[in-house]
């Protein structure tokens, strides 16, 4: 399906790159995928200095709380 086929694109681009897809962390596993893509989005947009009610418009949430405690990192981790 359309939805599988833009992960899966991903997952080879990164195999390519020599970039592992999981990573095992003290806190558990993480990913490499399109919901970290859009924590990064977030994150680099917020420390350049665009404010929370663009920053929930772009992330294309409902909820600005959502915007700024979940996908807003204050560090590049």
């Known amino acids: 399906t359309w939805s599988e086929k833009p992960a899966n694109m991903l997952k080879k681009d990164l195999k390519r790159a020599g970039i592992p897809y999981r990573l095992d962390t003290p806190e558990g596993p993480r ?42 990192h204050a560090t590049p981790d």
Not at 58 to 65: V, Y
């Open 31 to 72: 990913y490499l995928d399109f919901h970290a893509l859009r924590h990064s989005f977030v994150s680099a947009l917020a420390a350049a200095g665009v404010g929370p009610k663009e920053l929930q418009t772009l992330a294309r949430h409902s909820d600005p709380l959502l915007t700024l405690s979940v996908y807003t």
